[in-house]
């Protein structure tokens, strides 16, 4: 299947925002006016593919249009979403993040109804999801090496003395 976003790069659509691994667009087809898309660059199907360096990339761009949204369309609130596979509503196999603007009456609803769960099986999932958390490793970014500055001292001969080098050069074996 094709990837919308990635033609859509190809093509060089105009972009709201962009950097070296992320791009946002205006979406097409909007919950709301003002609806943004937030993407990678390169291609990857859901957000466990994408490098952590470049998760946070799109979290961050994410967080700046919110502001730019509230700022230029007065919005009241946002939602910053994520459908990461089929089963959570992802239509375009390309992670994505989608920034909608809220306004009080706006139609829009994402209430769900909490699920009651028995003691037992409320500790079987959470003991389950712990056993794996203690393997979660993340990507480390490479430090800078640091710099080290030599200043160098120069030594000057006294008033009325000779070269300090030379002199010292004559006392070498």
């Known amino acids: 299947m094709k990837c919308i976003f990635c033609e859509e790069l190809a093509k060089g659509k105009e972009l709201l925002y962009a950097d070296d691994d992320v791009a ?5 087809k909007p919950a709301v006016p003002g609806h943004i898309l937030v993407f990678p660059k390169k291609h990857f199907q859901i957000i466990e593919q994408v490098p952590d360096k470049i998760v946070g990339k799109l979290f961050n761009a994410a967080n700046e249009l919110s502001k730019v ?11 910053i979403i994520l459908q990461n596979g089929g089963a959570a509503g992802q239509i ?26 028995g003691e037992e099986e409320m500790s079987t999932i959470e003991l389950k999801i712990k056993q794996c958390t203690e393997k979660i490793i993340f990507e480390k970014e490479r430090e800078k090496p640091i710099e080290i ?3 160098k001292e120069e030594i000057k001969a006294e008033e009325g003395k000779g070269d300090y080098l030379l002199e010292h050069i004559e006392r070498l074996p």
Do not use: M, Y
Not at 24 to 28: K, L, M, S, W, Y
Not at 69 to 79: C, D, R, S
């Open 24 to 28: 946002a667009v205006i979406n097409p």
């Open 69 to 79: 949204v509230f700022e230029t369309l007065h919005a009241q609130g946002t939602n």
């Open 92 to 117: 375009v196999p390309h992670v994505c993040l989608h920034v909608i603007p809220r306004f009080e009456n706006d139609g829009l609803s994402f209430q769900w109804k909490p699920k009651q769960l």
């Open 149 to 151: 500055k030599e200043e």
